[in-house]
């Protein structure tokens, strides 16, 4: 129970942390990067409001059943609070840029997952996601920490921005 959400099943933020620590030392091993997006579902609180708790949290049942069969195998995907979850994908690669190719491939196919109509209480509902994305190491000092903080503070432009897309952290975030 230590290591996992109650309502989902998945990792919590304890558990990803953990998984993003030792990703970070593999790249930094392997001079390569990762990548890793937080995701927070827009919307939600008005659908919670709308139709209940029970539905809200038989939606993100649902919703992290779809994330999980859209991810490939060796993501770590993650339900770190109410309506936000993180993936950590598997692959390192050698560049920034392609680091940030296949996290943002990998946010617009789990968008596209929300988009589909979810079916709660004999109701369509379609969701969409604000994404915040991160690429690591960007410093010899990074911890994993940091890296989800980029991805916090990424994800809060993307809703800032008006909800629905994907946004890349940049240094000038913070």
Do not use: C
Request: charged share 25%.
């Amino acid at each position: 129970l230590s290591w996992r959400d109650a309502l989902t099943g998945l990792p919590n933020r304890s558990l990803f942390l953990k998984r993003l620590e030792q990703k970070l030392a593999s790249a930094r091993q392997d001079s390569k990067y990762a990548s890793m997006l937080l995701i927070d579902l827009d919307g939600f609180m008005a659908i919670n409001e709308a139709h209940g708790m029970t539905a809200g949290d038989t939606l993100l049942k649902m919703v992290s059943e779809h994330f999980v069969h859209a991810l490939e195998a060796g993501a770590v995907l993650a339900r770190l609070s109410s309506d936000e979850f993180a993936v950590l994908l598997p692959q390192l690669v050698s560049g920034t840029e392609a680091a940030g190719r296949l996290a943002l491939t990998v946010a617009e196919k789990l968008r596209a997952v929300l988009r589909e109509s979810l079916q709660v209480d004999g109701e369509a509902i379609h969701l969409d996601a604000s994404i915040g994305i991160a690429v690591f190491p960007q410093t010899p000092q990074e911890t994993g920490s940091d890296a989800l903080r980029e991805a916090d503070m990424a994800m809060h432009r993307a809703k800032s921005d008006g909800g629905g897309r994907d946004v890349f952290f940049e240094s000038a975030m913070g």
